[in-house]
């Protein structure tokens, strides 16, 4: 498969899942966030359950794959219709930043036969080249999205002090 078509399938499912479902975007970039740390902090260890399971090369990158999307598909699962029709077009940059960041976290998993094809694509080298940049930039553009969505409630119901 080439790999522009691994771009498009990693860092375009949460984008438009996000979209059809209307699951909040904020909502994905944490699961996507918790999902790396999750490879991070128990995969090893999980790596090595599964391989009491499964046999072959490939334990270890399916253990580490179903730890990082795990919480994603959990949380597409259990939080459709979280966002407004009206916020969709606010929230889609954010959309946009959790693809990136889960196609970043993912392309280390793979197998290197496919790192290997996407590291000699154009696209693939630049955006291995600017993933630091390309985190930073979603981790701002997640928590602009927070602080321009949070919606202040006046409580004109409460009590009034004089």
């Known amino acids: 498969m080439p790999p522009l078509v691994y771009l498009i399938i990693i860092a375009g499912a949460p984008v438009l899942l996000g979209i059809l479902l209307r699951v ?9 966030i918790v999902g790396e740390l999750l490879v991070r902090v128990v995969g090893d260890d999980a790596s090595l359950a599964i391989s009491g399971f499964i046999r072959g090369q490939y334990s270890q990158m399916m253990a580490s794959l179903f730890l990082l999307l795990l919480p994603l598909v959990v949380t597409i699962l259990l939080l459709r219709k979280t966002l407004p029709r009206t916020q969709i077009l606010i929230q889609l940059p954010a959309l946009i930043a959790t693809g990136a960041s889960l196609y970043i976290f993912t392309v280390p998993l793979l197998t290197g036969g496919v790192i290997g094809a996407i590291l000699l694509s154009p696209i693939g080298k630049s955006v291995n080249s600017a993933q630091d940049v390309i985190i930073a930039a979603s981790g701002i553009v997640a928590v602009s999205t927070m602080w321009v969505t949070n919606r202040h409630h006046n409580h004109k119901h409460g009590k009034h002090h004089k």
Request: glycine residues 0%.
């Open 24 to 32: 909040n975007s904020l909502y994905l970039y944490t699961s996507v």
